[in-house]
């Protein structure tokens, strides 16, 4: 039982970031897109919808835990790609602002860590797969 509300609660903090930030980016397309100009990556509006989509999406599905494996992995992967794209050599010139980007850089490979886990681990009892298809259902 308390492995099923470890799991949920691994669930609910990973959403809590993804779920805002997709919000966010939906909600300010310009600022996205100009933010995604800026590091140089090609269509930045499409990008910026296309990123706000995923977060939000796939944020809401882990938490109600549904298709967590798959979803888990795919967000691993995007927080690699992201850490990589947004943070890896910025700040060049200013100590603080690299310092600050190396952190984040470095929380985005923690949180990829957390989705690879829980992509192991699946979503649990508590969850959409748990309950359709018994997923998770003995841990304890």
């Not at 903090?13 to 140089?40: E, R, W």
């Not at 939000?56 to 549904?66: E, R």
Request: aromatic content about 10%; some cysteine.
């Amino acid at each position: 039982m308390l492995g099923n509300a470890l799991l949920l609660l691994s669930r609910l903090l990973l959403a809590a970031l993804f779920v805002p930030s997709g919000f966010h980016a939906l909600t300010d397309i310009a600022g996205t897109a100009g933010y995604f100009g800026g590091l140089g990556l090609p269509l930045p509006t499409l990008v910026a919808w296309a990123t706000g989509l995923f977060e939000l999406i796939a944020g809401l599905l882990i938490l109600v835990g549904l298709k967590t494996t798959t979803v888990a992995l795919l967000l691993a992967a995007f927080c690699i790609a992201a850490a990589f794209i947004g943070h890896y050599g910025q700040g060049d010139g200013d100590p603080t602002l690299a310092f600050m980007h190396s952190q984040m850089l470095m929380k985005d490979i923690a949180i990829a860590g957390g989705f690879l886990a829980l992509a192991m681990a699946g979503a649990g009892a508590y969850s959409i797969d748990g309950r359709a298809f018994g997923i998770g259902a003995d841990v304890t």
